[in-house]
């Protein structure tokens, strides 16, 4: 079994749905948790950054961390055909400048 | 401000020949790291660097890879052989030194014949 388990998809959903997006993991030394969207021939880009268990808002995006249950969640609201990427969720143990542990990415596809 | 630089952004050769990447992290980032992902999967590490430390390198195969950081900043990481299973995207990444915010580049897709 791998750390970090993602759903690779493909998902696709019509414009203006909500999203959801969702990563478990099996190390519970885990307390910092990300979302990277990673456009095609681009670089992963950081979208939420959460530490420990709770929500974190920006905008569109809601991140999720149920530590109780190794269960890490991205919502998006109002999904925009721009939205259409890979989302990466990425997690580590301890602050600092320690290696992140991937998900395999979810695609998805926002059809207009 | 600018972000990480990376080149080439392509690379196409053939097997056992060698081949080099290069890095610029964003300026003041002491930590610079260097990921491999295969197609439909996350970023793997390769090495950290904490200045010009190699801090972190256990993933790396170090009979073929090698990497340096001269002066702290810019970073090479280099394959001699390559060999076919070797295709994939090299991202490079830095982050300023605290916390856990990585800044990845556009990566080298390397394609070995």
């Known amino acids: 079994q791998k750390e970090v388990e993602q759903d690779p998809g493909p998902l696709s959903v019509p414009e203006g749905a909500i999203v959801s997006l969702n990563c478990t993991y099996s190390n519970s030394a885990f307390q910092y948790f990300m979302w990277y969207r990673q456009y095609s021939r681009k670089g992963p880009e950081l979208l939420m950054y959460t530490y420990s268990s709770g929500n974190k808002e920006d905008g569109r995006f809601t991140a999720q961390v149920d530590k109780s249950s190794k269960y890490i969640s991205l919502f998006i609201r109002d999904s925009q055909p721009s939205d259409s990427a890979t989302y990466l969720c990425a997690m580590s143990s301890y602050s600092g400048n320690t290696p992140l542990v991937f998900g395999k990415g979810t695609r998805l596809s926002v059809i207009a | 401000e600018a972000g990480v630089v990376q080149s080439p952004r392509y690379k196409i050769i053939e097997k056992k020949q060698p081949v080099a990447f290069w890095c610029n992290p964003i300026s003041g980032h002491n930590t610079l790291y260097w990921y491999l992902q295969n197609l439909g999967q996350g970023p793997e590490l390769l090495i950290r660097y904490e200045n010009e430390e190699a801090v972190d390198d256990s993933q790396l195969p170090k009979d073929r890879f090698s990497a340096e950081r001269l002066k702290g900043v810019d970073s090479t990481l280099k394959i001699q052989p390559a060999e076919l299973g070797d295709s994939a995207v090299y991202l490079c990444?830095?982050?300023?030194?605290?916390?856990?915010?990585?800044?990845f580049g556009p990566g080298t897709r390397l394609t070995v014949l």
């Open positions: 990444a830095s982050s300023p030194g605290t916390g856990n915010e990585q800044f």
